[in-house]
């Protein structure tokens, strides 16, 4: 009965890591290492450091570094009390239209878009889009973190490098939906630079392409099954293990091609 409490108040409380974990935790293996660009000699803040202002603001926190990577003029503290009067204390669950709103007021115009998906999600880092990630650790625990770019392994795994909003360490990694639920993720852009909607586009195009492979392949299945029902003395000129054998690679590949439909790095 204790252990069913101890889980059941995990997962209404969390279990407070977030699953994020240092450079020695990380698998071995071949990799490459990309952070977005204008990341030198930018100082973030953390939580901490307005402790005394506010409470349970990591989403103002997350929110003033993002400002800071774009507004370099105005300093950290006038900037945190900017983005905190809009957002306030958490949680919070929707901060980009505030995070928008409050660029506007302070003379920038930016873009956004969310989404779940990682090869959106790394599409918008390959493009210098910095992000903002909602974790969920819990039914009622929640994080913002910022994301700085990824580490992307030869077997195609793929970790995030993230600012937890904890600690001034930049060398913290996240692999999603791993140690807690990714929610969403926001990518900001200053009007004007690159484009939001074809790094989005991107991983939709191939969910489109292999759920239309499946498509087709499973309706040439229906017609092969349904002209061997209804010609069971049906002839083939090739010998019937072959023809089995070539049918179960049909199946296969049918359903290889759902499977990507299904994953395609969606999440």
């Not at 974790?135 to 770019?149: E, I, M, P």
Request: with cysteine.
């Amino acid at each position: 009965m204790k252990k069913i409490f101890k889980k059941f108040k995990k997962f209404i409380l969390g279990r407070g890591d977030y699953g994020f974990l240092d450079t020695d935790q990380l698998p071995k293996g071949n990799f490459t290492d990309f952070y977005i660009d204008g990341l030198a000699n930018l100082e973030f803040i953390t939580t901490a450091d307005n402790k005394d202002l506010a409470k349970n603001h990591c989403g103002a926190t997350a929110a003033t570094n993002l400002g800071h990577y774009y507004i370099r003029d105005i300093d950290q503290d006038s900037l945190f009390k900017k983005f905190y009067s809009e957002i306030g204390n958490g949680p919070v669950f929707f901060i980009a239209k505030k995070i928008q709103r409050t660029f506007k007021d302070l003379g920038k115009d930016v873009e956004y878009f969310s989404t779940r998906n990682i090869n959106e999600i790394k599409a918008a880092l390959d493009q210098n889009h910095m992000g903002i990630l909602l974790l969920a650790n819990g039914l009622f625990d929640w994080h913002y973190v910022v994301a700085l770019g990824y580490r992307f392994y030869e077997n195609e795994e793929l970790y995030l490098i993230i600012m937890d909003g904890w600690t001034k360490d930049r060398r913290r990694f996240y692999k999603i939906n791993s140690g807690s639920l990714l929610l969403s993720a926001s990518f900001y852009k200053l009007k004007g630079e690159g484009s939001l909607k074809e790094d989005k586009e991107e991983g939709r195009k191939m969910k489109k392409k292999y759920f239309l492979f499946f498509i087709l392949m499973f309706l040439g299945a229906v017609g092969f099954v349904s002209y061997a029902l209804k010609n069971p003395q049906g002839s083939f000129s090739i010998p019937l293990s072959l023809l089995y054998c070539l049918y179960l690679l049909y199946i296969f590949l049918m359903f290889y091609f759902l499977y990507r439909a299904l994953k395609n790095k969606t999440i």
